[in-house]
């Protein structure tokens, strides 16, 4: 039976020139943070913008949070959150960004060491300073749900948490912000986008008809927008229907009552600890291995996938499972991300190291099953090589 559970309380401002509206979203007299990243919102004029929206408002900034963010970076803004009382937070750029901000916000009330917040996946997170976002970077899904991927760099640790509290109240979702992206970054927004797709959509049936319908249609309209987006970096509409999936791909909408997996999302976030990579060039790496080793287990929902996505109806059930999963790995290449580690100067020594982190990270059963150990995971990315 299906257990239908969504709520998503962040209010999204989307289309061309809304970031003027955002002040009527932020309580009146408050003392608002701008967060950014590592300047690209200076050099669009998106920053001219947010400050020319927030006339009125006491505004500070903290700029330099970078791609993966970190714990040892954002700790310097939680400081400032305190020190200035910032009641409002305005985090303005990619999925960094959003989690970083995420971070502080619930860091900056938190009693207690924050890193606790990270061993503890948020359980121990009850209250966070409200935030609102610019999205810069179609990818994430970030803002429009409540959960952040932070890192320690002393301890090579790259964890999740979630938390009610740090919902964004809104989110602009201005596609022509996105024009200035550097074709790596349009492509791994597009990349990530579809594995977050395929980790809540490729398990076991659950007759979630509506869900499976939703995922396709979110997977298709990526393979259909991902090339033209980077053929023409200034084309509207193809822009909006890639910031719109992206955003509806992990909002909690086509995960709500069906199995989920996440097993690509874990290795990967350690490849991106350990070895700096991008987070959706790790992605694209294990995914296609991830659907070769458990095609038994997901073959029901891969056949659909072949059939409903790729359109393969012809041959064996194994010879359309191999099919749709070599269809899967062109599409990333296609759009620019080797899919394998080689390509990353990456050899066999990740395997064990790998393995270990997931080990010491509690990370011993992962998949729609909880049934992956990291020892099946070595195996897995020995196929990655
Ligand atoms: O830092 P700035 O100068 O802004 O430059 C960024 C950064 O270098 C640049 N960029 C962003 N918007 C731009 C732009 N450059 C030119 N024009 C623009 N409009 O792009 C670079 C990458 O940005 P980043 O925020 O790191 O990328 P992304 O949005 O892909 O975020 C990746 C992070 O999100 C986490 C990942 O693990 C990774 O840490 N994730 C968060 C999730 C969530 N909260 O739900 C889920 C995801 O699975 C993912 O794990
Ligand atoms: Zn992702």
Avoid at 9 to 20: A, H
Avoid at 153 to 175: G, I, M, N, R
Avoid at 210 to 218: I, K, T
Avoid at 219 to 247: C, H, Q, S
Wanted: net charge negative; with cysteine; charged share 20%.
């Amino acid at each position: 039976m299906l257990d239908f559970t969504f709520h998503n309380p962040t209010r999204i401002l989307f289309g061309q020139n809304r970031i003027k509206d955002i002040a009527s979203e932020i309580p009146a007299g408050s003392h608002v943070m701008i967060t950014y990243g590592g300047g690209s919102i200076v050099k669009t004029g998106v920053m001219d913008e947010i400050k020319t929206a927030l006339k009125g408002f006491t505004v500070s900034e903290f700029g330099g949070i970078e791609p993966n963010p970190t714990y040892e970076t954002l700790m310097q803004c939680v400081a400032r959150v305190k020190a200035e009382k910032v009641d409002f937070i305005l985090a303005a750029g990619g999925g960094s960004v959003i989690d970083g901000t995420k971070f502080i916000a619930a860091a900056a009330l938190y009693e207690g060491e924050p890193w606790d917040i990270l061993e503890t996946y948020g359980a121990r997170v009850t209250k966070a300073v409200p935030f609102g976002t610019v999205l810069t970077l179609p990818a994430t899904g970030s803002e429009m749900n409540c959960g952040a991927v932070i890192t320690r760099k002393e301890f090579q640790a790259k964890l999740v948490f979630s938390h009610p509290s740090v919902f964004p109240t809104f989110s602009v979702l201005d596609p022509t912000k996105s024009f200035t992206l550097p074709e790596r970054q349009l492509a791994n927004g597009v990349v990530d986008a579809f594995v977050h797709v395929m980790e809540q959509y490729l398990t076991f049936p659950v007759q979630g008809g509506v869900q499976d319908r939703f995922s396709e249609g979110l997977l298709l309209t990526l393979l259909e927008e991902g090339p033209k987006a980077l053929k023409d970096p200034e084309d509207y509409d193809v822009r909006a229907n890639i910031m719109w999936v992206a955003t509806l791909a992990l909002n909690g909408l086509i995960g709500a009552g069906v199995p989920q997996d996440w097993a690509t999302h874990m290795v990967g976030h350690e490849l991106t600890a350990l070895y700096g990579v991008d987070h959706a060039r790790t992605l694209a790496v294990v995914l296609p291995a991830m659907m070769e080793a458990r095609r038994e287990e997901k073959k029901e929902k891969l056949l659909q996938y072949a059939s409903r996505v790729w359109n393969l109806s012809e041959g064996s059930d194994e010879a359309r499972m191999t099919e749709a999963i070599a269809q899967t790995r062109a599409f990333f290449e296609a759009m620019g991300i080797p899919t394998r580690l080689a390509a990353y100067d990456i050899g066999e020594e990740a395997i064990e190291k790998v393995c270990a982190q997931l080990t010491a990270h509690g990370l011993n059963k992962l998949g729609e099953h909880q049934s992956l150990p990291p020892d099946q995971v070595g195996k897995i990315l020995a196929a990655c090589l």
